[in-house]
């Protein structure tokens, strides 16, 4: 038997964002700011979906003196399917197939 289980609000606004994005990706701060997600939901969320595939984070040199690196988010061909799987799931109501979603 195959359980189902909706994502959680959080992880259907982040993945939205990200799609949002496109391949050029974003910013954890940007992520807080358009998903409306505070930084404690936010970063944990996103290492449990770059540990499960559905993410790459990759270091990017701010362009601005005197600021660290920051992350940048992308979704993977994985995380696309899994963010389209949701739209859809959304559509008709349904929930996604449980494994490993966030």
Not at 4 to 24: F, Y
Request: proline residues 7%.
């Amino acid at each position: 038997m195959v359980r189902s289980r909706t994502l959680s609000p959080a992880a259907r606004r982040v993945l939205t964002a990200l799609v949002q994005a496109g391949p050029s990706g974003r910013h954890g701060y940007d992520l807080c700011r358009e998903a409306n997600i505070k930084s404690g939901t936010l970063y944990p969320l996103l290492i449990r979906l770059e540990a499960q595939g559905y993410l790459s984070a990759d270091w990017q040199a701010s362009g601005v003196p005197g600021r660290p690196p920051r992350h940048v988010y992308r979704l993977t061909t994985a995380g696309r399917g899994l963010a389209e799987a949701q739209s859809a799931a959304a559509a008709g109501g349904e929930a996604l197939p449980q494994g490993g979603l966030a």
